[in-house]
């Protein structure tokens, strides 16, 4: 069993907060997978304090040492996880199954990648000389950034905030949630040991240390991934200090299969992953899918014989597909939304089957759902389920299921599938979402040289490529060119 103590980093060193919290194995509840220390006020507030000092140095360096001291991180952090221990841990303390765990891993090392290479573009000055005089448009760092992130993708989450806040020359002071606290501390202390003290701390805690990063003084920004409401919340909480902010909040996303799609082998296994994987807590998972009526019982019948394949338990057995939900509160939650549908007259199909060497009483598993025969009033339609079930509903023209897609006020991602590239396109360009993909959906079909982030009610600002490392800087010019 491991054992691990989870630690908070200030100004380089660990630090034991002044309470200590277990954390459990999702799939094996009676074990523990270690403790971590839970920071308090004054723990944050020297994290900020140490942050504030050090981004004075930090931000006046130049953009290639940046670069450099960020690259050799991702070194330290590609050696130290090589061996597959990291993985193994984040599935003990998330849940999800092996292979998803090295992915994450995997994820987080070419995202850093990809930063590193955009931010010349990003960041760099903009020069213009001409017969009018000269004008530098400099994008500056905006200070000490505080990152608060959530547990279904506690690496990538954190290091999508922390590495161009860094790149930028802030300083960050990160918050994870505390029930994934172990892995993302030591991505972030080996990230660390390339950079000055200081530069990048880890508070642990719940919403108390949350609150007291958003109004901490001297924290300029907040950088905020998690669900609407407290989105609302560190919304409210950053007003009176006119912070700059970006959230990254939940999604409903809709799925719309049209009547020409291709249903291949391949299509059916892009589908069934973008609604299932990681036991379907993912923000950019298929959560409504729309089929054309000609379609439904063809689409419906080659999901459930997907799903079907799916082995559900302990995500540290090798012939494991699909790990436990991560938490109490998420695992009821998903239960209710499948009573009310069973309640409302839904068929519910139960798929796949239980791990023989998993304690199924032990741990938050449930197996994958495709649930049908249920109306767009369905709490399972209307809300975010972040869970392995999905309803499928039909349709019978184009603009019908486009007008019950849009009919929410999540803004994530969508879909469009068809074998028609015009059509989709033309479909995709009025879906209320910030990205929209063709005949695919989701985490597996990230660009991660675009920009990403929500619309309406699912998020403010944008994540990766040119505007996510320029939402940690300030632009300013200084000109003396005379154009009028
Ligand atoms: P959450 O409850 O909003 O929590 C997110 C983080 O905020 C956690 O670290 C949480 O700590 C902390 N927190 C809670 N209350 C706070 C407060 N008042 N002030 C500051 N911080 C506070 O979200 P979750 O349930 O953990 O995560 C699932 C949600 O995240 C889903 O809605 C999912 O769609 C969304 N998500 C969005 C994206 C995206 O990129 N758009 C990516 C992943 C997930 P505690 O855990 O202790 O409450």
Same mark, same amino acid.
């Given at each position: 069993?491991i054992e691990e103590r989870g630690w908070n980093l200030v100004n380089g060193e660990r630090r034991d907060g002044p309470r200590a919290e277990v954390v459990r194995n ?6 523990a997978v270690g403790t971590v220390g839970l920071a308090d006020s004054s723990l944050v507030d020297e994290a900020v304090r140490s942050a504030s000092r050090a ?31 990291w993985?193994?841990l984040l599935?003990a303390e998330q ?49 000490v950034v505080g990152a608060i992130t959530p547990w279904?993708?506690p690496v990538?989450l954190s290091?999508?905030k922390v ?8 300083a960050v002071v990160l918050k994870p949630a505390p029930n994934t606290p172990f892995t993302v501390s030591l991505a972030m202390e080996t990230i660390g040991s390339?950079l000055?003290p200081g530069v990048l701390n880890v508070v642990h805690g719940a919403a108390d240390v949350g609150e007291a990063l958003c109004t901490h003084p001297q924290v300029?920004?907040v950088s905020f991934t998690g669900?609407?409401?407290t989105?609302?919340r560190v919304?409210?909480a ?65 999901? *459930?014989? =997907? ?5 559900? @338990?302990? &995500?540290? %057995? ?8 991560n938490n109490?509160a ?119 040289? *675009?920009? =990403? ?5 699912? @998020?403010? &600002?944008? %994540? ?21």
């Amino acid at each position: 069993m491991i054992e691990e103590r989870g630690w908070n980093l200030v100004n380089g060193e660990r630090r034991d907060g002044p309470r200590a919290e277990v954390v459990r194995n999702p799939a094996r509840l009676s074990a523990a997978v270690g403790t971590v220390g839970l920071a308090d006020s004054s723990l944050v507030d020297e994290a900020v304090r140490s942050a504030s000092r050090a981004q004075a140095d930090w931000g006046s360096s130049s953009l290639a040492d940046r670069q450099k001291a960020v690259l050799q991180g991702r070194a330290a952090l590609a050696g130290a996880s090589e061996e597959g221990q990291w993985a193994r841990l984040l599935t003990a303390e998330q849940g999800k199954i092996d292979v998803e765990s090295s992915m994450e891993i995997l994820l987080g090392q070419m995202l850093i990648e990809q930063f590193v290479q955009d931010a010349d573009a990003a960041l760099g000055p903009d020069v213009l000389d001409d017969e009018l005089g000269r004008r530098v448009v400099t994008r500056d760092p905006i200070g000490v950034v505080g990152a608060i992130t959530p547990w279904n993708y506690p690496v990538v989450l954190s290091l999508i905030k922390v590495i161009p806040a860094l790149l930028a020359g802030n300083a960050v002071v990160l918050k994870p949630a505390p029930n994934t606290p172990f892995t993302v501390s030591l991505a972030m202390e080996t990230i660390g040991s390339a950079l000055p003290p200081g530069v990048l701390n880890v508070v642990h805690g719940a919403a108390d240390v949350g609150e007291a990063l958003c109004t901490h003084p001297q924290v300029a920004k907040v950088s905020f991934t998690g669900s609407v409401p407290t989105g609302r919340r560190v919304m409210a909480a950053v007003a009176p200090g006119m912070k700059r902010i970006t959230l990254e909040l939940g999604g409903n996303d809709a799925a719309i299969v049209l009547d020409d799609v291709a249903l291949d082998d391949a299509a059916i296994a892009r589908m069934t992953d973008a609604i299932f994987m990681t036991t379907g807590q993912v923000c950019m998972a298929i959560k409504r899918l729309y089929v054309h009526r000609s379609r439904f019982d063809e689409v419906v019948g080659a999901l *459930c014989e =997907a799903a079907n394949s799916f082995v559900v @338990g302990d &995500g540290m %057995e090798p012939d494991v597909t699909m790990g436990p939900l991560n938490n109490q509160a998420q695992y009821d939650k998903v239960r209710s939304f499948i009573f009310d549908a069973e309640r409302r007259g839904g068929a519910v199909n139960i798929l796949g089957a239980r791990s023989a060497a998993s304690d199924w009483s032990d741990g938050y598993f449930m197996r994958p759902r495709i649930v049908t025969a249920v109306d767009d009033s369905a709490p399972l339609v209307v809300e975010e389920q972040f869970g392995p079930v999905v309803p499928v509903l039909p349709f019978d023209d184009d603009e019908d299921a486009l007008r019950r897609a849009n009919d929410t006020e999540y803004g994530l991602c969508g879909s469009v599938w068809s074998t028609d590239t015009d059509r989709a396109f033309a479909l995709s360009a009025r879906l209320q979402a910030g990205q929209v993909f063709v005949n695919a959906h989701g985490l597996m079909a990230l660009d991660l040289t *675009c920009s =990403a982030g929500g619309v309406k009610q699912s @998020g403010l &600002g944008r %994540e990766c490529g040119i505007d996510g490392l320029r939402a940690y800087t300030e632009s300013r010019y200084v000109t003396n060119r005379r154009a009028m």
